[in-house]
């Protein structure tokens, strides 16, 4: 029976623990002599061929540190696979070494330990969630945004106001500078014209076919080389336009959709926004219901895991703005910021989703909430079927004909379980606070985005890291 390890163990203030492992007597000979032969080996040493230099030449040629390196990466994942045994300490992600001594051999490692969650009595939340009512007003709404989307511009009579289009010839001079020709010009008439004040409001009540002569001031503080001169203008208006809109008829409400007249289609409205309004509603109580899941419980985590978090939330930005045609680094430079900076001042989201994930996949446990394989192959099966044949579709039956493709939706189907029970459980039980559940439109994104994963997975034990080792709303009028 080999000698036995020296191990001590010291739990630390941010949920990892510190582990010193210390080889006795006869495991550092043992070590001593393994390393001194795998030098001997390696390492030419006057007057002896490979391999034959006695472990005390070795020594005394090389010195016994070096001579120990050769071999301390080994040796540490060893002792130290050893020492998890012994000490039945389970990592949460990858070990890392804080100190190594060579006489006598020790090693110092801080291990990061699975989280621990401690959930309140989450059967005394309650939430009252929003109402869900869409009445004439809104679907009236819907209606006339439709018709101002869908306006186009017609050729008017009447004199110029703000909001309509001129169709203008002019010229424009400061002093001896000529500082606007141009013709056939299409100039929207808006309430504060940017570039030069009054400008837009000297063509307001003008007509087609008439000219005009009109000067304005640049201001005093203008960043023009001109402020403080005075510009004359020449102008003729050819054209007044306006943005005309549809009429409410029959032939626009079948313009829109699977519509047969305005009255299918007002109720047709009122139908989708309900439904997209009861999910907006759902989304909004389940992110309150995760807030208050997660400030009535205990949860701790060791610095890995907010790591990890960050560090996927940044991956995830950089797929974001590659696809926008961005490298990442030249996004957040923009924005005055490093990799670094970005991660830091992302920690809190992090915090917030990690804590919320790990709550979710306790109330899971505690729950008992399942999802049985016949379930999850039924889903598979639905989606599959969904799938069309095109590239992205087929792509699409690849993944999800894959062990982790089946993983991937058994574990959404485990979230939206969890979701539902809690939902129910937070409008069901008796309050010892009320919470009002926020309006849709303030739903929290970071909190709406854990609503999605599940209980964690564990990490498995990594190798041990050396310290000084070599992430409007559908328009209710589309078509379903």
Known sequence: MSEPLNITTAPRDDHQ???????????????????????????RVPGFRPGKAPDATVLRTFGREKVLNEILNDLGEEVFAEALEISQLEPYGQASLTNLETDPIRFTLVIPQPPTIKLGNYSKIHVVPQEVSIGDAQVDALIEQTRTERATAA????????????????????????????????????????????FDEAFVGMAAGEEKRFSLAYPEDSASRYKGQEAAFQAKVSAVKSQVQPEIN????????????????????????????????????????ISALVGISTI?????????????????????????????????????????????????????????RLAVGELIRREGIEISPEEAE????????????????????????????????????LSSRAMARLREIVTTSPALELIQASAPAETDDAARETAAPAAEAEPPAAPVESAAADEPVESATSNE
């Open 155 to 198: 050729v008017i009579e009447r004199p110029a106001q703000i909001g309509d289009t001129v169709v203008v010839d002019i010229t424009g001079t400061v002093g001896e500078d000529t500082i606007m020709d141009n013709h056939d010009w299409e100039l929207v008439l808006k309430n504060e014209s940017g570039w030069l004040p009054g």
């Open 250 to 289: 029959d032939e626009f409400a079948r313009s829109l959709g699977d519509f047969a007249d305005v009255a299918d289609m007002r109720a047709k409205l009122r139908e989708r926004m309900t439904a997209q309004r009861q999910r907006e509603v759902e989304e909004t109580l389940t992110s309150e219901a």
């Open 378 to 413: 039924a889903e598979v099966a639905r989606l599959l079927g969904l799938t069309s044949d095109s590239e992205d579709g087929q792509a699409t039956r690849e993944m999800l004909n894959t062990p982790e493709g089946h993983a991937a939706i058994r574990q959404d189907m």
């Open 300 to 356: 701790a985590y060791p610095p890995n895991v907010v790591a990890a978090e960050t560090h996927a939330m940044l991956h995830d930005l950089e797929h974001r703005v590659s696809e926008a045609g961005y490298k990442l680094e030249d996004y957040l430079r923009l924005q005055g910021l490093t990799t670094e900076s970005y991660e830091e001042r992302m920690r809190p989201q992090a915090e917030y989703r990690i804590k919320a």
């Open 17 to 43: 623990i510190e582990i010193t492992i210390e080889l006795g007597p006869e495991r550092t000979a043992k070590a001593v002599h393994r390393a001194a032969r795998a030098v001997a080996q390696k390492a």
